[in-house]
């Protein structure tokens, strides 16, 4: 099994919908990130979470939200979604002292129609 | 603010051709740049850390090196297998700082 785990792996949906993207690790880690990747603008934060009770905002997190169910799992949140939030979405993990970098998942490539 | 501004945006090299990669980067105190492959379709995967100027790393083709301002990642004799996006990343002072991302470098390597 994977040390991180998204779900779903492909989504369209239609502008206004709401739609929430999972992720599960299995690093025993209590850091957890979510980015979005775009072609030409490489990978950028949108929230991040230390422990269960920490959650924090990134560069770009206006129109997403996020819940920390568990040091495991890690969900994030379009609310009403729309066509300019089509991307690669990838969850991560570290640990405290980061020493091996993030784990990525495998991601979650999301269209907004 | 941190940056991170990867050269060339893509690469074409022949098998066996050896080739560097640079990471040019502005911090205000580095604790760490990350080296990181990522294939089509996949999320990234960890290659190496680097902690202070001089330090370097090796895996298998690939070398790692820091100065003060940038890193290289060298590819010796690379083999089509190699290619892939390279990222770089760096992480600022303190304990709680996240990593800054470049936009990446895609190397293809010709049979």
């Known amino acids: 099994d994977a040390d991180v785990t998204q779900t779903p792996r492909n989504r369209i949906t239609k502008t206004g919908k709401r739609i929430m993207l999972e992720c599960s690790q299995t690093k025993g880690h209590d850091r957890m990130y979510w980015y979005r990747q775009d072609p030409g603008l490489g990978l950028r934060l949108i929230y991040y979470s230390f422990d269960v009770k920490d959650i924090n905002k990134g560069e770009i997190s206006d129109g997403y939200s996020v819940s920390r169910q568990a040091q495991a799992k890690f969900s994030l949140s379009l609310e009403s979604a729309i066509p300019n939030q089509t991307a690669l979405y990838f969850c991560?993990?570290?640990?405290?002292?980061?020493?091996?970098?993030?784990?990525f998942g495998s991601g979650t490539r999301l269209t907004v129609v | 603010e941190d940056q991170v501004t990867q050269s060339p945006e893509a690469l074409r090299l022949q098998e066996g051709e050896s080739s560097s990669l640079n990471c040019s980067y502005t911090?205000?105190?580095?604790?760490?740049l990350f080296w990181y492959r990522q294939d089509p379709g996949k999320g990234p995967e960890f290659l190496f850390t680097?902690?202070?100027a001089g330090e370097e790393k090796e895996k298998e083709r690939l070398k790692a090196t820091l100065t003060k301002k940038e890193s290289f990642l060298h590819i010796t004799a690379p083999k089509p297998e190699d290619s892939a996006t390279y990222l770089c990343?760096?992480?600022?002072?303190?304990?709680?700082?996240?990593?800054?991302f470049g936009k990446g470098i895609t190397l293809s390597v010709r049979p």
């Open positions: 911090v205000s105190g580095l604790r760490g």
């Open positions: 991560a993990t570290s640990d405290e002292f980061e020493t091996s970098g993030y784990t």
């Open positions: 680097l902690y202070s």
């Open positions: 990343a760096v992480q600022g002072p303190g304990a709680n700082s996240k990593l800054t």
